[in-house]
Nanobody, 130 residues
Framework: QVHLVESGGGLVQPGGSLRLSCAAS????????IGWFRQAPGKEREAVSC????????WYADSVKDRFTISRDNAKNAVTLQVNNLKRDDTAVYYC???????????????????????WGHGTQVTVAS
């Protein structure tokens, strides 16, 4: 059974950094894409980054490019999101999600809309404030 648990959120000042982790269990990361999403109060859930764990392809939303980095932590069977130079607008609940990649097909890139993901974690709160 696919199970995802996010951690690493917290309260940080503008310009600060956090390392968010999405720990995976019940499935092999190689067969899945992992996406990171966020949802601020009163706003739609939006994609911020994703990773195709079979090919290593990554994608970032324009609003986080050059500040966020998605990577795989094999030792922890997790996908992490390093978030740097945080801004107040980054305040949100951050979720990770998993989408199984088609078998026997070369998949370029990774899905970057929430509708493509079947499995979700419960989220971790990131608050950027002075």
């Amino acid at each position: 059974q696919v199970h995802l648990v996010e951690s690493g959120g917290g309260l940080v000042q503008p310009g600060g950094s956090l390392r968010l982790s999405c720990a995976a269990s019940g499935f092999t990361l190689d067969d899945y894409a992992i996406g990171w999403f966020r949802q601020a109060p009163g706003k739609e859930r939006e994609a911020v980054s994703c990773r195709n764990n079979r090919e290593g392809d990554t994608w970032y939303a324009d609003s986080v490019k050059d500040r966020f980095t998605i990577s795989r932590d094999n030792a922890k069977n997790a996908v992490t999101l390093q978030v740097n130079n945080l801004k107040r607008d980054d305040t949100a609940v951050y979720y990770c999600a998993a989408d199984r990649l088609p078998v026997g097909t070369l998949v370029i890139g990774c899905p970057n809309t929430r509708y493509e993901y079947d499995h979700w974690g419960h989220g971790t709160q990131v608050t950027v404030a002075s």
